[in-house]
Structures are given as structure tokens and as C-alpha cells.
């Protein structure tokens, strides 16, 4: 983490009430003494793009420490650059250059979701999980329940249910996290980003691996079926398919699985009804001759207007 990236957070430790970081001089360990901590922001390396910087590590060196802290036993947890880290294993360094701040648990994860909120390849997907997990761990609550706040905070500001949570002390610290993010208000978060979290697994992995748009994303999740929904996705990707022709082929995908599942259901009932004994049951056979009416109706209907 460069002095830049502690100027950008000032802000933030303003806000949060944490001293700076006071990290020492550059210093060199061994890889090996380095560990990752239990759950990290970023999920996703572009293979080709670490392969790329171990290159570059192997020929000028890394050019900026990773930063670590002390946890006992010559042992030091990864705070900030994971993909620099990875890049000099890939690259078979036995040392590597850190600096090494002195900092409890929760000051390192606020450290690690604040570099990694301000990477430059950070995708929507990635951006939304690390500005939920910030505001839960300034708000010492889980990410449901401030996704739950952030609703109750939307349904206020129009005016569906009582203000009992606007101007409340987490309400305003809030709208403080967002100010300070200088990214997005919160409620266009709610509005545009909150949604992302209710995508299918596979689209979101593929959003996360940036393979794929946001807006590209959203439209090949509207198709309900599993297997249309990931072949949809992978030809997006595979084809490069613009918006248009995805929406395209998203509207011909749920109109051909559509009509055949209804026929087959119906063929599938007409083979029930010939073996079952419902028909000795009056009362069922009364219900079942009314409902066959009915569709007797809707074939004439249909043939009248023919």
C-alpha cells in the first residue's frame, strides 16, 4: 500500500476514528512467513494478468511492497497485495519486499476493503460486496442486517412506511460511509446495486470474473431456465453478443421452451387420467368433467376466432 493509497483512505480513518497507519520502513521476508488471512474482498485474478506481473516482477523487480502485519511465531498476515503476492510466487521469488504495520483484526479488514474498493479494475459485483462488508464492519452488524437497514431507509424516503430509521445515528453514519466513498449515494446503491446480490450464482461468477456487463448480465437472468439461462451466458461471452442481440435471443429461448412444456404436460395428464380411477369417484369426476369443459371452451374460442 503506497503513501498514495494512505492519503486516499485519510478521509475514511477521519470518519471511522482510527489513527493512521504507521507503517515502518521497507523491509524483506520470506514468502513463506507470509500467510492469508481467513476471507479476503477480491475472489477473482485474471490468470494471463498475474502471469503478465510475474514477468515484469522477474525483470525489474516488485515494485511496490505488499503490506503485512505481525501475527506471533515469525508469522505475518497479508493486509494489502494479494495479486502482487501471488505474482511473486508465480515468478519463484523466495523473498519479498513489505511493509509492516502494527494493527489489530479489525483495523486490517477496514485496510483490506478500502484498497481493494479503490482498485481500478474493481467490477460491480466486487465494488457492491466490499461497500456491504465496510458498512458492516463500521456498523459492528451483519451484511443482512444492513442490507435490511438500507431498505428501511429507501421505503422511508418514499414515504411507504413511518420514519423511525432516517436521522437515526446509523442512518446518518450511513450517508457519511457514502459520502466519503465519494462513489455513489446510498440510495442509488439500493437501487442499482442491491439487486446484483439476487442474480444466479453463474452470472455473478462470470460478473466477478469480468466477463461479462452489468447490463448484459441482467438481461440473460431474466430466463428462468438453468440450462437455457448458462448456455445464453456462455455464448454471450464465447460470441461477444451485443445487448440487443442477447435480449434477442433471451425473448426466442423463453418463447421456445414455453409452448413444448406445456404440451408435454398435457400429454403427460391425458396418460394419467386414462389409467387413473378418479373417474369412479363422483365428486372427482363432476371437477374433473367441469375443467374439461373449460378447455373444451377455450379450443372453440380459439376456433371461432380462426
Same mark, same amino acid.
Given at each position: 500500500?503506497?503513501?498514495?493509497?494512505? &492519503?486516499?483512505?485519510?478521509?475514511?480513518?477521519?470518519?471511522?476514528?482510527?489513527?493512521? +497507519?504507521?507503517?515502518?520502513?521497507?523491509?524483506?521476508?520470506? $514468502?513463506?512467513?507470509?500467510?492469508?488471512?481467513?476471507?479476503?474482498?477480491?475472489?477473482?485474478?485474471?490468470?494471463?494478468?498475474?502471469?503478465?506481473?510475474?514477468?515484469s516482477i522477474k525483470?525489474?523487480?516488485?515494485?511496490?511492497? $505488499?503490506?503485512?502485519?505481525?501475527?506471533?511465531?515469525?508469522?505475518?498476515?497479508?493486509? /494489502?497485495?494479494?495479486?502482487?503476492?501471488?505474482?511473486? @510466487?508465480? !515468478?519463484? =521469488?523466495?523473498?519479498? /519486499?513489505?511493509?509492516?504495520?502494527?494493527?489489530?483484526?479489525?483495523?486490517?479488514?477496514?485496510?483490506?476493503?478500502?484498497?481493494?474498493?479503490?482498485?481500478?479494475?474493481?467490477?460491480?459485483?466486487?465494488?457492491?460486496?466490499?461497500?456491504?462488508?465496510? =458498512?458492516?464492519?463500521?456498523l459492528s452488524i451483519?451484511?443482512?442486517?444492513?442490507?435490511?437497514? =438500507?431498505?428501511?431507509?429507501?421505503?422511508?424516503?418514499?414515504?411507504?412506511?413511518?420514519?423511525?430509521?432516517?436521522? *437515526?445515528?446509523? !442512518?446518518?453514519?450511513?450517508?457519511?460511509?457514502? *459520502?466519503?466513498?465519494?462513489?455513489?449515494?446510498?440510495? *442509488?446503491?439500493?437501487?442499482?446495486?442491491?439487486?446484483?446480490?439476487?442474480?444466479?450464482?453463474?452470472?455473478?461468477?462470470?460478473?466477478? *470474473?469480468?466477463?461479462?456487463?452489468?447490463?448484459? /448480465?441482467?438481461?440473460?437472468?431474466?430466463?428462468?431456465?438453468?440450462?437455457?439461462?448458462?448456455?445464453?451466458?456462455?455464448?454471450? $461471452?464465447?460470441?461477444?453478443?451485443s445487448l440487443e442481440? $442477447?435480449?434477442? =435471443?433471451?425473448?426466442?429461448?423463453?418463447?421456445?421452451?414455453?409452448?413444448?412444456?406445456?404440451?408435454?404436460?398435457?400429454?403427460?395428464?391425458?396418460?394419467?387420467?386414462?389409467?387413473?380411477?378418479?373417474?369412479?369417484?363422483?365428486?372427482?369426476?363432476? !371437477?374433473? &368433467? @367441469?375443467?374439461?369443459?373449460?378447455?373444451?371452451?377455450?379450443?372453440? +374460442?380459439?376456433?371461432?376466432?380462426?
Amino acid at each position: 500500500m503506497s503513501d498514495r493509497t494512505l &492519503e486516499k483512505m485519510s478521509g475514511l480513518d477521519d470518519l471511522f476514528g482510527e489513527p493512521e +497507519a504507521n507503517l515502518t520502513p521497507q523491509a524483506t521476508l520470506p $514468502i513463506e512467513q507470509i500467510v492469508l488471512p481467513e476471507s479476503q474482498p477480491r475472489r477473482y485474478f485474471d490468470q494471463e494478468k498475474l502471469e503478465s506481473l510475474a514477468n515484469s516482477i522477474k525483470e525489474v523487480g516488485l515494485l511496490e511492497p $505488499i503490506v503485512v502485519r505481525p501475527i506471533g511465531d515469525d508469522a505475518y498476515e497479508l493486509i /494489502a497485495g494479494e495479486r502482487r503476492l501471488k505474482a511473486c @510466487k508465480i !515468478a519463484k =521469488l523466495e523473498n519479498i /519486499a513489505v511493509n509492516i504495520i502494527e494493527c489489530d483484526e479489525t483495523r486490517a479488514n477496514h485496510i483490506r476493503l478500502i484498497e481493494n474498493l479503490q482498485r481500478e479494475d474493481l467490477n460491480p459485483v466486487e465494488e457492491t460486496e466490499g461497500i456491504l462488508a465496510l =458498512l458492516a464492519l463500521r456498523l459492528s452488524i451483519s451484511q443482512d442486517e444492513i442490507v435490511k437497514l =438500507l431498505q428501511k431507509m429507501e421505503n422511508e424516503a418514499k414515504g411507504k412506511i413511518t420514519r423511525n430509521v432516517t436521522g *437515526s445515528p446509523q !442512518a446518518m453514519l450511513v450517508e457519511e460511509i457514502f *459520502s466519503a466513498l465519494g462513489r455513489m449515494k446510498w440510495d *442509488s446503491f439500493v437501487r442499482n446495486r442491491l439487486p446484483l446480490l439476487r442474480l444466479p450464482e453463474n452470472i455473478l461468477v462470470a460478473l466477478r *470474473s469480468g466477463e461479462i456487463e452489468y447490463t448484459k /448480465a441482467r438481461a440473460i437472468a431474466q430466463v428462468k431456465s438453468d440450462s437455457d439461462r448458462a448456455t445464453i451466458l456462455d455464448k454471450a $461471452i464465447k460470441d461477444s453478443l451485443s445487448l440487443e442481440e $442477447i435480449k434477442a =435471443l433471451t425473448k426466442t429461448c423463453q418463447g421456445e421452451i414455453t409452448t413444448p412444456e406445456i404440451q408435454l404436460k398435457y400429454k403427460e395428464l391425458t396418460k394419467k387420467l386414462g389409467v387413473s380411477k378418479v373417474w369412479e369417484n363422483p365428486k372427482k369426476r363432476k !371437477a374433473l &368433467e @367441469k375443467l374439461l369443459n373449460q378447455i373444451e371452451q377455450l379450443l372453440d +374460442a380459439e376456433t371461432s376466432a380462426d
